[in-house]
């Protein structure tokens, strides 16, 4: 099931303390809405009952939709720095709920399920987007590199973040944005062709297998980690 926490946040604009009512576990098989609010960017989005400022209370709990395969530590984007750590005490988390301590209906469930750890609205919404469109998320990261190679003028940074926001339906073209991490505002726009995807997809053991490997070498899979390692 779903559970939620009483807590006070603080609003980002006049300071105000405001009664919130924080997620702390996501069961998206049963409550699709709340699958559904995570993708229209409305999850876990108050106003301040002071200013009327409208903002968003940072991710820190489990979401699981078994019937996609996913289980993911949404985690809030202040944790980035410590990735590795976060990225182990998920696993540990994710061993002991479908672990050997877990009941044999559990454990069934965890084998059919691929644990993720994401940092943030965007890293999350992404994960479940891709998913959505039958696609793999390795893949996706190393697209991105594809991306960002391809391109002269990519806006790189600590505070920007490069996300699949959708996929077009027309041509199946990969659409990815430059978003801002602290609040998601988009930026610049690409279009990646859906056999750039496929063609890196099937290139297991060629020439994207080095960067492949160290994409996928954990729970954390986005190019963030190679970029947060080097």
Request: hydrophobic share 45%; aromatic share 8%; with cysteine.
């Amino acid at each position: 099931m779903s559970i939620f926490n009483e807590m006070t946040v603080r609003c980002p604009a006049c300071g105000d303390e405001n009664a919130f009512r924080a997620v702390r576990s996501v069961n998206a098989d049963r409550r699709a809405d709340f699958r559904a609010a995570i993708l229209d960017e409305s999850f876990q989005r108050t106003t301040c009952s002071a200013c009327g400022t409208t903002f968003r209370v940072d991710p820190d709990f489990a979401y699981v939709n078994a019937d996609r395969g996913q289980w993911i530590a949404a985690l809030p984007l202040v944790k980035l720095a410590d990735w590795k750590e976060e990225e182990g005490e998920a696993k540990r988390v994710f061993d002991r709920v479908y672990g050997a301590e877990a009941s044999p209906a559990v454990q069934a469930i965890g084998k059919k399920v691929r644990p993720r750890v994401t940092f943030g609205w965007a890293g999350l919404r992404e994960k479940l987007v891709i998913v959505a469109q039958g696609l793999d998320d390795v893949t996706i990261e190393l697209c991105k590199a594809a991306v960002i190679r391809g391109s002269a003028s990519s806006p790189i940074g600590s505070d920007t973040e490069l996300r699949l926001l959708a996929v077009d339906p027309a041509d199946a073209s990969l659409v990815f944005g430059w978003l801002q991490s602290t609040d998601e505002a988009e930026g610049p726009k690409v279009r990646l062709p859906r056999n750039v995807y496929d063609e890196i997809g099937s290139d297991e053991s060629g020439a994207w297998a080095d960067l492949r490997a160290g994409v996928e070498a954990g729970l954390y899979v986005d190019l963030n980690r190679m970029l947060l390692a080097a």
